[in-house]
């Protein structure tokens, strides 16, 4: 039997980190559509960010990229966060929007291109020292797009080489948390494609390293909570950058295109105990042509939702079936916790939470939206290159 008290314990306890970029301005190769009220600042998108958290109190973490986000002073940009309930997450650095990347950042087969990406990825560490922040994420758009274009090991030695520049560099807090993407830009190949290759340099680089894993860079079909289960079990799961796809790294609102994907892999973190562990719950979406607050907040309810589900799970029938092979009977018990409806649970805890059972309509009716559409006028919206 399953203490509803419990689950609603757990769900207390979960925190989700909203991405910095996903307040701003975004769009795909083809156009970018501005929407108004869009941040012009880092400051602007924490007082976004600071919304999503007043209507779900569960999103007091905001993850930055830099140099979207760079300020003269970060350590007041902390402050300012602070001020608004929240503290600043992770630092997600950026070796993909430079001329001199083309060939690649610190896979480059030039050393002055791999001095300057690796110089760029000290910096996000003494950005986290200023911050506070306790991970750097890395995400190397780095590959070729034709056989024979580079040497496939040697590129793996200068990715190594940089890595273990980083980690030695890292304070002893701090963490590394390493991104794997199928293609895209790259075509032929990417340097870090997938979950093995990630895993393969976090196993060297030590304890500090773990690898990230994001919803959208697999090959369609991907068994990701399969991919989840191994990770946790070898403790190297640092992270989720969650979205939807449908396609490709389409960056749709988490659990918009597959919510059973969504609660099957929350039931592997559940199941490891992984929701009270260091691992980072983060958004890693593009809000295109909807809303971006309501968005972001939807997103995060949907984790929220697919969470307590994964908790209904009653763990005692389950393996009790699973051990007698009884394969109906297992299956049973898992789509009978995700067929279960857990908005009356969830309304239940946000009043303990002292919430509105509604997030989104507390979130209508606040009129932060018509605010920043009034005031956040003029300047230059921030978006992907800003
Ligand atoms: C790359 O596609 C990625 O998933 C990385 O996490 C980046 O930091 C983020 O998107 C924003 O471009
Ligand atoms: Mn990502």
Known sequence: MIDPAAVKAALKRQRIETPSWAYGNSGTRFK????????????????????????????????????????????????????????????????????????????????????????????????????GSRDLKLWFSDGTNYPGQDDIRARQDRLAEALAAVYGRLGGNQHILLEYKLFEPAFYTMDVPDWGTAYAHCLKLGPKAKVVVDTGHHAPGTNIEFIVAILLREDKLGGFDFNSRFYADDDLMVGAADPFQLFRIMYEVVRAGGLDSEIVFMLDQCHNIEPKIPAIIRSVLNIQAATAKALLVDSGALSKAQQAGDVLGANAVLMDAYDTDVRPLLAELREEMNLRQDPLASYRESGWAGKIVNERVGGRQAGWDA
């Not at 779900?56 to 300020?71: E, R």
Request: hydrophobic share 45%; aromatic share 4%.
């Open 32 to 131: 970018v559509f501005a929407q108004q009220g869009v941040p012009r600042t880092p400051h602007e998108k924490l007082e976004d960010a600071a919304r999503v958290h007043a209507h779900t109190g569960i999103a007091p973490t905001v993850a930055l990229h830099i140099p979207w986000d760079k300020v003269d002073d970060y350590a007041e940009l902390a402050a300012h966060a602070k001020a608004l309930g929240l503290t600043l997450g992770a630092i997600n650095s950026n070796v993909f929007q430079d001329d001199d990347y083309m060939l690649g950042s610190v896979t480059n087969p030039d050393p002055a291109v791999r001095r300057k990406a690796l110089g760029h990825l000290l910096e996000c560490v003494d950005i986290m020292d200023a911050t």
